[in-house]
């Protein structure tokens, strides 16, 4: 790709002696939104996991041409990569405000930071309502609203979300879909999304890669998945 902002090669991911990912290779072109598809078990998460060297890996992974296998997870931060884990992750004792701040911990701007705190309300006007609250006292979808909130608080070149959808009302899921489409336009911001709803992956994404088993099965432009027989009977039910 011309502006590859994130390259994939030979990438493997093991958890102690289990080999979790196999020679998994894959690009994202900056400002653009692709999505890794995939039943339980196909080595979703462990993607994402990899790219922040969260788990032991081999092969190469590299973020604007910087190399990252091998480097701590707080290198691969500093080099503008945000998370929003599987569970969401946020520090349920603290306030909605508290966790915001967080996010931007390893920024030194703080009138930009503060900003950026009026930027998330203003995003998700819940939180507003909600900052002085405790983030464990919110409902499912506030804390989702709240995970992604601090992650962008990173201002980052990458949004790595790991199942955003997961046990959220359709209603919500809506919502934070359509904000993250409005990120990614407004913002520029890269976003590498893992879902297992296919539908609504395919819908935000401009390119998708299946995994099966841990490795690349199928790879396209969302367009094309959505239209590929396989893909439509395994996984969008149709």
Excluded: W
Aim: hydrophobic share 40%.
């Amino acid at each position: 790709m011309a502006d590859s902002l994130l390259e994939v090669s030979g990438l493997n991911a093991f958890y102690g002696p289990t080999q979790v990912l196999h020679d998994v290779g894959f690009q994202l072109e900056r400002g653009r939104i692709t999505a890794i598809l995939g039943a339980n078990g196909a080595g979703k998460t462990t993607t994402l996991r990899a790219i922040c060297q969260m788990v032991r890996t081999s092969g190469s992974v590299r973020i604007e041409g910087q190399e990252v296998v091998g480097r701590s997870t707080e290198d691969v931060v500093r080099l503008g990569v945000a998370h929003v884990p599987d569970g969401r992750g946020t520090f349920t004792a603290l306030s909605v405000e508290d966790n915001l701040r967080l996010g931007a911990h390893v920024r030194r701007d703080k009138a930009a930071v503060a900003e950026d705190i009026e930027k998330a309300y203003a995003r998700f006007p819940r939180l507003g309502e909600r900052r002085r609250q405790q983030a464990g006292t919110l409902s499912g979808g506030e804390q989702q609203m709240l995970a992604i909130s601090r992650a962008l608080m990173l201002r980052p070149k990458l949004l790595l979300l790991d199942e955003p959808s997961f046990g959220l009302a359709p209603k919500i899921v809506a919502e934070i879909f359509r904000i993250l489409r409005g990120i990614n336009a407004s913002d520029h911001v890269s976003m590498l999304l893992v879902e297992q709803n296919a539908h609504l992956a395919l819908d935000l994404a401009d390119e998708a890669y299946l995994l099966e088993t841990g490795h690349v099965a199928l790879s396209g432009t969302s367009e094309s998945l959505k239209a590929d027989e396989s893909v439509r009977k395994a996984y969008l039910g149709i």
